[in-house]
């Protein structure tokens, strides 16, 4: 086997090959963390390598093989952490200047879940957006992470570069977080699959300010690998006091238990308000009539909700991080100006103003429930937008401002404050050969039900042969 391969094999395959002893997970650790140290200088989209965890883990998983040992979930499975995320031990910078160097002494629970099912970690990935604060991969202190579609263009964030690893072929499961879209996003702009999980279903510690809008997910080549990781990392835990009660369901043993035949699905171009590029809603226009041959029941439809977000989130987004403007005094010219502006807006909201919009949100997160009640499914486009120059933080054709990302990806947020599971399914290419994706919104608690409509349209539209152009 070329062991450049190695980094594109998914979970199930790579598990019969270990069966098979045609492969080991130490020589698959060597195999990827080569290939990561082979095409990072293209892409950006590793913070830091972790080889000594990665090859400690992978003996441990070798001898369960060889031992002929029941192997766990994820017996010996390439995993990458994004920096968000705690990581014992191993230096997490939270993208920015001002916790830069921290090490934290524990892991987050969604990561030693992926550990303890026999995951593998190579390393942390880019959050290339300070605290995850914009779309854009670029932060001050990574800077650049590169779409691998095309060299200095935005692959998205907060989980750039998750999103990125899962395309390069840095192996099969990459850790993501989304608190407006920073799953979705780099779903969509590097032409990978992401899945947002129903909040709570995986637990999130420390439990974010963003009034439960954050959630924890996979980033991915496969739906049947975002299925198995989301497996490994959900169900309850007392650190989060969100988290569902419920034990996580074997996913990817069911994802072709169920036909699109008869599903009710609601098709929305702009939720009654988004500017959407001719492009992107060609192509997501095309993925919708693939459900209709599948048997579905589309509907297009213009939620009368829709337009009551884009104030709410332009007051709710900088108010998640209107805590950081202690920090300014001492690091302001080290961070992003567009951070800096933003959480200046945000010191001027009143705690009256913030509870009377609170109110105007949770009616509006009522509208999306009852709204979905009448469907199986919601699709979108998944982003406004194809990738643009990354930095920059709109696309040159679009209004410019110095803080408001949010005019291009008016699709992502509504779904984190509902607490809906929602995933970015790469549906096609721009005639530049750009990567687009199509969003799929389920009801609350159907993460089962999203899962499986984003099989049946990979199934019928295949997409994890492609490979960009900065991986080879």
């Not at 293209?42 to 400690?56: F, G, K, Q, Y």
């Not at 226009?285 to 029941?297: D, L, S």
Request: glycine share 8%.
């Amino acid at each position: 086997m070329d062991f450049d391969e190695i980094g594109y094999l998914g979970v199930g395959e790579l598990h019969a090959l270990y069966r098979a002893r045609k492969l080991s997970p130490v020589e698959v650790a060597r195999a990827v963390l080569a290939r990561i140290e082979r095409i990072e200088p293209n892409v950006n989209a590793m913070m830091r390598l972790t080889p000594d965890h990665a090859l400690e883990a992978a003996r441990r998983s070798e001898a369960v093989y060889m031992q002929c040992d029941t192997p766990r979930l994820l017996e010996g499975i390439p995993v990458t952490i994004k920096d968000l995320q705690h990581t014992k031990g191993v230096q997490t910078d939270f993208s920015t200047v001002i916790m830069q160097g921290t090490i934290p002494d524990v892991d987050a629970p969604c990561v030693s879940r992926l550990l303890s099912a026999g995951g593998m970690m190579m390393g942390k990935t880019t959050s290339a957006a300070e605290w995850g604060w914009k779309g854009v991969s670029q932060a001050p202190i990574s800077g650049i992470t590169h779409n691998p579609w095309g060299k200095g263009l935005n692959a998205g964030a907060s989980s750039s570069g998750a999103g990125v690893a899962a395309a390069c072929g840095y192996g099969p499961l990459h850790q993501g977080g989304d608190g407006a879209g920073s799953i979705r996003m780099p779903a969509h702009f590097s032409g990978v699959y992401g899945l947002k999980p129903t909040h709570g279903r995986v637990p999130n510690w420390p439990v974010s300010n963003n009034d439960n809008a954050t959630h924890m997910g996979p980033l991915t080549r496969s739906v049947e690998d975002a299925a198995l990781m989301t497996q490994a990392m959900a169900g309850p835990h007392p650190w989060d006091f969100t988290s569902l009660e419920a034990p996580p369901q074997d996913y990817a043993s069911q994802l072709k238990a169920a036909s699109m035949k008869g599903k009710r699905i609601a098709w929305s171009r702009d939720l009654g308000h988004a500017r959407v590029d001719p492009e992107i809603a060609e192509a997501a226009e095309a993925a919708v009539k693939v459900f209709e041959e599948m048997g579905a029941i589309v509907e297009e439809v213009t939620p009368a909700w829709g337009p009551l977000g884009p104030e709410l989130a332009r007051f709710f987004w900088p108010a998640t991080f209107s805590s950081r403007i202690e920090s300014l005094a001492e690091f302001e010219s080290g961070m992003d100006p567009g951070f800096v502006a933003m959480i200046k807006y945000a010191s001027t909201f009143t705690a009256p103003q913030f509870m009377q919009m609170r109110a105007r949100r949770f009616a509006y997160i009522q509208q999306i429930h009852e709204f979905m009640e009448g469907y199986d499914f919601l699709l979108t486009p998944a982003v406004s937008v194809a990738a643009f120059p990354a930095d920059k933080l709109q696309p040159a054709h679009w209004p410019q401002h110095e803080w408001d990302w949010l005019m291009w990806a008016e699709f992502s947020y509504p779904f984190n404050w509902s607490g809906s599971p929602a995933a970015s399914v790469p549906c096609g290419f721009t005639p530049a050969g750009l990567p687009v994706g199509l969003q799929i919104v389920g009801r609350r608690f159907d993460d089962l039900g999203v899962l499986q409509a984003s099989a049946a349209f990979e199934e019928a539209r295949p997409w994890a042969q492609k490979r960009p152009p900065l991986a080879q």
